[in-house]
Each structure stands twice: as C-alpha cells, then as structure tokens.
C-alpha cells in the first residue's frame, strides 16, 4: 500500500527534475518500503515563485471562504484517517491507534483554526480630532516556510499549515524525510478541499540546504520550526540575519514531580503512558521523574510495572503498545546516553537495551542513581528512558525542575491545592499540567521558553505570529 513520495509545487506532484530520491524505510523491518522526490535548488525556485502568486489570490479570499475550504479539510482527513494511519505506522513505527489519535486530532486543529481565522480582528481607535479615522488592520504576513519533525508527521506540520492559512497565508512546506507519505497526506487534503494554486508546496531534501537557502530568500517573510534546539538555534540566527518572523517549538527535559500526598496510581498510570507514548520521542514527554522521598519506592514500584507492562512490536500489530524507534540514530543516541549514565553510577531497573535483531526496538527503561554530571541528566534523550531521583522539600523539587536550560513541558502531582498553586507560579516552563496530562489541545497555547523556543502553536495565541498590524489614520477631505 506504500507508494513512492513526490513533490507538491504549483499545485502538481512531481518528481524532482534532477529526478533524485530519498530510500524510506520501515523502522519495525529495516526494509527499504519506497522513495521520496529529493528536492534542489531549482525545485525549490519553482516552489518559492508558486507560492508567492498563491499567497497573491488566498490572500484576497474572505477569511468565510478560507473557512469553507479548511473545513472541507479537515472532513477530508477524518474520513481517510484509516488509511493515513497505517501508512504512519508503517514509516514511523507508532502503534496504529497512536497514529489514528494523531491524524484525527490533527483534522480538530484544521476546524480550529479555520474558525479563529475568522475572528481576526482589528479594531477602530478613538480620534482625537473631528472627522479623522484611525483602523489598526489585521493582514497575513506573506509566504511562509515551515520545518517539520517525524516524531509526529501530521499533528506538527498541520498546526503551522492550518493557522497560516487561516490568517491568509500561502506556506511551503519541508516535510520529514522519514515520514514523507503522512506528511503528504495532509497536504492532499488542503488540495483536494480546494485551496487556490501554489498556497501549498511540499519539498523534501537535505534539510540544512533547503532551510538555509528559504530563510534568507526575499519571498519569505515567515519561519516557523520544530525540533532541536542546536538546529533552532541556527534557524533563528539566520531568520534574525534576515529579519524574518520566526516561531520555534525546540526540545525539551520535562520535569515530572511526585509530591507524598500525590494520588500514586493516577500519577503512574498517567505519566508511564505519556512516557513511553510514540517511543517516547515526544518534545514534551515525561523524562526525569523528581519523586518525594516518603513515597519514592512505592512510586517507582508503581512505576516499572506499568513500565514492563507494556507491549514491544510492529506498530501494525493489534497487541503493540509500544512500537519501534523511527531510526537507527536514536537507537545509537540512547544506547550512548544509557553507557554515559551507567559509567557515572546510574542503576538501570529494568530495560536498558535494544530488542530483538531486526527494527529500531528499544525496551522501555527505568534508569535511576544517575548523577547531574550524567549526560543523561543534561541532554533530551528522546526515546522510551525515564530517569528517576528523589527531593525533600517544595524547593528541592523546583531547583532541580528549573535546573536545566529547557522550559517546555512541566508536570506535577499533588492533593495540595496551595502546592499545586505554587508549582504553577514557580515551574519555568511554558506548559504546565498538574494532576492530568491536558497538553496539546487545538483551542490551548503550545509552546516553550529559555532555550526550549518561543511563541505558541495553538489556541488564539497560534494565528499571531502570522499576521501583521497595519496602522491606517484618514481625514475627512
């Protein structure tokens, strides 16, 4: 059911014209299951000069007819989510009903921001002389170029897509190599909704080509990004060179706090599934679980169960509950991290090593004893590790919380109403859940601070960043 990947530029999927691929792979097999289109220079001129004359028409459509269109969409995405999520499980690894949360949430984002767009509103300003009118207008900020991860193929690239067409404008997307075939599935959905020729493009190819040669280029006048933080970092320097809008969701090392009072089962049961969840290759996944010293044992007691509980295999398979890592790289990345962490005195408790001889398997690992000096304590290790420590006091838990410089994602469980009111106020992070797990939702902010990123994907604040204000003053003649 795989099919080759190719690109989407001016409104035509196509081959690249120097016509090279990109091998996909099936990280549950190691097979090579099709190619993607290996986008250049001149495809991505091709993609640049579309794009400009789509932003020209979209932008001149009532925000109501926008509306109709992203609206159709989304209904799109919903009825072929069966088939999207097996193609995801079949290029990313995560089980399918994982997938099918993902695809069908990604179609609630599309209805999200297709209503908001709508209320994007300016406002009339009180004169200060007779006859004189003074408007602060709302306009798209232009064409956009948007850089997405493969950890979550549709639900990140579809927040960027979805709210700049929303304000009005036209987006060029460099989906990810490893998941290209989800990712383009979302973009056939806006196509076959009938946006306008060249509001969309899909190009893949060598990221660091691609994004390095879009940023400074004079057609774009917005990035938005997802993913590490070192590449974001280098993102947002060439997009400040440039003076370009920018918005980067970058990583993470969440904090996940167990205070004595908690309700022990729910904390388990909820931050082992989010844990070990897409493999743990989540930007805001659980990985270093601060637990109170009264209640430490019988936490993570709690915890190994749900750990060992869980299902290893084909993301296909019916029973799986956790798939496979999408590569080969992390599988290197987290073995090094484990090896660092237990060279430093870390005691793994159950885990710890890859599965199997065939597909990126790695078990779900407890990891605890590990020193601040470990890299593990330091670096986002992004797979299915959790690394378990102890604190004595409220400020023990929140030193070690704001320790590290990432402010994603935060979690904390306690019966305390005046703890949890102060976690909320003390915790440096830009989403914080307390008691649940309530991230990510359409209609919420989604986003981090320090070197975790800044602005918001989601909720009203994600259709800012892709408008401008214009200031028009008028006297009567």
Known sequence: MYQNVQ????????????????????????????TLAHAEIPDLDEALAAAAKGFATWKKMTAYERSKILRRAADLIRERADHIARLMTIEQGKPVGEAKIEILGSADVIDWFAEEGRRAYGRVIPNRAPGVYQLSL??????????????FPMSQAVRKISAALSAGCSFILKGPEETPASCAELVRAYIDAGVPYGTVQLVFGVPAQISEYLIPHPTVRKISFTGSTVIGKHLASLAGKHMKRATMELGGHAPSIVFDDADLDTAATILAANKFRNAGQVCV??????????????????????????????????????????????????????????????????????????????????ITDVPLTAR????????????FSRFASFE??????????????????????????????????????????????????????KDSGYGSEGGAEGLEPYLVTKFVTQASA
């Open 396 to 449: 023990d838990a929140i030193t070690e919380a704001n320790r590290l410089p990432y402010g994603l994602a935060a979690y904390a469980y306690t019966r305390n109403t005046k703890t949890a009111t102060a976690l909320g106020a003390e915790i440096e992070a830009g989403m914080v859940a307390i008691n649940h797990h309530g991230l990510a939702l359409p209609e919420t902010p989604f986003g981090g601070v």
């Open 7 to 34: 690109l989407f530029i001016g409104n035509e999927w196509r081959p690249a014209r120097a016509g090279k691929t990109i091998d996909v792979i099936n990280p549950a097999t190691e097979e090579v299951i099709g």
């Open 285 to 366: 996944a659980p990985t270093r679980f601060i637990i109170q010293d009264g209640v430490y044992e019988q936490f993570l007691g709690k915890f190994i169960a749900k750990c060992e509980a869980l299902k290893l295999g084909n993301g296909l398979d019916a029973d799986t509950t956790m798939g496979p890592l999408a590569n080969d790289r992390r599988v290197a990345a987290i073995e090094s991290l484990l090896a660092d962490a237990v060279a430093h005195g870390g005691k793994i408790r159950t885990g710890g090593k890859r599965a199997g001889n065939k597909g990126y398997f790695f078990e779900p690992t407890v």
């Open 138 to 151: 709302r306009e798209p900020v232009g064409v956009v170029a948007g850089f997405t991860p493969w950890n």
């Open 376 to 387: 593990l304590q330091n670096e986002e290790p992004f797979g299915p590790v959790a690394i």
